[in-house]
Nanobody, 123 residues
Framework: QVQLQESGGGLVQAGGSLRLSCAASGRTLSNYVMAWFRQGPGKEREFVGANSYTGSTTAYADFVKGQFAISRDNAKNTVYLQMNSLKPEDTAVYFC????????????????WGQGTQVTVSA
């Protein structure tokens, strides 16, 4: 069973950038499709994007539009979410998740979750 730990969240001004990390332990990330979700205040958890087992393919939600990029380093057992041009509406708790369905867009398709990291974008 894999354990996931996100880091890198914080407070940033609109237009700024953050890079979130998701470190895995217990099993190697190459066994999993890795995804990022987010949950804003009063909103449901929504899919941001997913990265394939080898990291060669990535799929994003429509709203991303080139603003975010997912990458992974299987040697470091870590997945990243690079977020650029951040807007106040990007304020949310960001979660990484691991699963075996390519490419799942529903939270129910990912059995393993981190605890989340808060991203707050000020206007």
């Amino acid at each position: 069973q894999v354990q996931l730990q996100e880091s890198g969240g914080g407070l940033v001004q609109a237009g700024g950038s953050l890079r979130l990390s998701c470190a895995a332990s217990g099993r190697t990330l190459s066994n999993y499709v890795m995804a990022w979700f987010r949950q804003g205040p009063g909103k449901e958890r929504e899919f941001v994007g997913a990265n394939s087992y080898t990291g060669s393919t990535t799929a994003y939600a429509d709203f991303v539009k080139g603003q975010f990029a997912i990458s992974r380093d299987n040697a470091k057992n870590t997945v990243y979410l690079q977020m650029n041009s951040l807007k106040p509406e990007d304020t949310a708790v960001y979660f990484c998740a691991a699963g075996t369905v390519w490419y799942g867009r529903r939270a129910s398709e990912y059995p393993y979750w981190g605890q989340g990291t808060q991203v707050t974008v000020s206007a």
